[in-house]
T-cell receptor, first 111, second 115 residues
């Protein structure tokens, strides 16, 4: 089945700097790649997603890139703010179409 | 527009007991998926319901079962609870059918503790 690896597990950045989280997947049939933000005590919140027919997508300070040949995709957050502090999860659909999640990245933005 | 809601928020059960968790999907969504999230890990897919039928299942034993109702709300039932079942149970709804190809929006979850 699908295996999604996510790095780093923790990321500490200064406010205003950029944060980058990288994920790799194993199933070449995967075609949908969402990113979720989870704050303490809450459910995951969909923040951006990308489909296999697109290489890059941007929404204000957040962007996602996808390299299907290398089977990796990345989340980029620019001009980080304290409210960006949370756990971020990448996910990919496996060959059966269900979402397979990475282990998560704890992002800490220090003022 | 009302988001995904789940009840109860927290639950404590004893090993061997049975539990039912409930989810109301987001308005206009007809597909509900359930996930188990252990502490410090990503969500693990349990199963999905579309038009009141199970539409895909993850690697969970049969004591995990579910239902979807005509109003698209859903229940997750777990029998013969084990200590390892302690986790956050998340419900996610999608606006269309199919497995994982469409945006999934999560509820706040139910924290289950098995003692």
């Amino acid at each position: 089945g699908e295996n999604v690896e996510q790095h780093p597990s923790t990321l500490s950045v200064q406010e205003g700097d950029s944060a980058v989280i990288k994920c790799t997947y194993s199933d070449s049939a995967s075609n949908y790649f969402p990113w979720y933000k989870q704050e303490l005590g809450k459910g995951p919140q969909l923040i951006i997603d990308i489909r296999s027919n697109v290489g890059e997508k941007k929404d204000q300070r957040i962007a996602v890139t996808l390299n299907k040949t290398a089977k990796h995709f990345s989340l980029h957050i620019t001009e980080t703010q304290p409210e960006d502090s949370a756990v971020y999860f990448c996910a990919a659909t496996d060959s059966w179409g269900k979402l397979q999640f990475g282990a998560g990245t704890q992002v800490v933005v220090t003022p | 527009e009302t988001g995904v809601t789940q009840s109860p928020t927290h639950l404590i059960k004893t090993r061997g007991q049975q539990v039912t968790l409930r989810c109301s999907s987001q308005s206009g969504h007809n597909t509900v998926s359930w996930y188990q999230q252990a502490l410090g890990q990503g969500p693990q897919f349990i199963f999905q319901y579309y038009r009141e039928e199970e539409n895909g299942r993850g690697n969970f034993p049969p004591r995990f079962s579910g239902l979807q109702f005509p109003n698209y709300s859903s229940e997750l039932n777990v029998n013969a609870l084990e200590l390892d079942d302690s986790a956050l149970y998340l419900c996610a709804s999608s606006p269309r059918g199919g497995l994982g190809l469409y945006e999934q929006y999560f509820g706040p979850g139910t924290r289950l503790t098995v003692t």
